[in-house]
């Protein structure tokens, strides 16, 4: 049984970043007993988006930056609950992050998660998810996983017993099958062609895999092999609520390294470049086949 670290040395990963890897895996132990343990409140605060911040959203962001900080490796962050970039150490390293996922669903008890880009960069204006050089997406659900890639395929690790990332599985590879995450729903009363692709997925026998958490529900398509999730944009948010740093080009990479697919429905989101931190996209994320469906069936 191979760690995170005997993982990415095997891989033959920089040793810089697998010093990058050790700061987000303490990160990520420390936010999944916040998850468990701490007051779920509103804070009283919004984010950049407008969109009220919850004290576990405030309490995960100051684990990431406090652990990045203690990193030598790291120079810039930027986080979806930071109005701007920040240079917090001299490193080459540049993460954004969204320290906690789908924040309002930790009161449900549903699956929440983290996701973060690692590039060397000095700022994040001009960047496209293809200048990544590693992603991360953690999922806590009732056990702790992470997914990364160091863009030498994609791998999944459990947290122990004993607080260590333990190789569930490796060279994950994406294929075609019929599950289904549709996100966004409310954009079928004003694209008929939304509908038209649900419709679709619904009279061919897809089956529904929907949490309301982007991370669980692309970690559904990376453990079972196959699917597609799509959260598209309608009449009053052209380019729906996902974001292209914090979100979208972390996932699409991990997507892409395990042989899937995603697109905003006209490009790969990989390609996008990145003209505001906050800036948001359409997205349709899985199978090969199932987001070239999107694309043809949306244009
Ligand atoms: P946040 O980081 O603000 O908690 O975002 C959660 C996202 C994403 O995980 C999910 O797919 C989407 O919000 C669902 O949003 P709606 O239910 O509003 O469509
Ligand atoms: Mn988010
Ligand atoms: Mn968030």
Known sequence: MKNIKTYLEDVGTEEALVKIFESLTEAVKKISVAVRTANTGKVGTMNSYGEEQVALDVFSNNIMIEELKKNSMVGLIASEELPDEEKIGDGEFALAFDPLDGSSLVDVNFSVGTI?????????????????????????????TIFITVKKGVARFMLNEEGEFM???????????????????RACADRPAYLELVNYWIKEKYTLRYSGGMVPDINHILSKGSGIFAYPGHKDELDGKLRLLFECAPMSLIMEQAGGASSDGKIRILEK?????????????????EVARCKDTLK
């Open 167 to 185: 190789l569930e599985k490796d060279n994950i590879e994406i294929g075609e099958g019929k599950y289904f995450a549709p996100g966004n729903l």
């Open 116 to 144: 973060v880009g690692v590039y060397k960069t000095k700022s994040f204006i001009g960047v496209k998810g293809d200048d990544q050089l590693a992603a991360m997406a953690a999922v806590y659900g009732p056990r702790t």
């Open 273 to 289: 470049i990145l003209l505001k931190l906050e800036q948001r996209t359409p997205i349709f994320i899985g199978s090969k086949e």
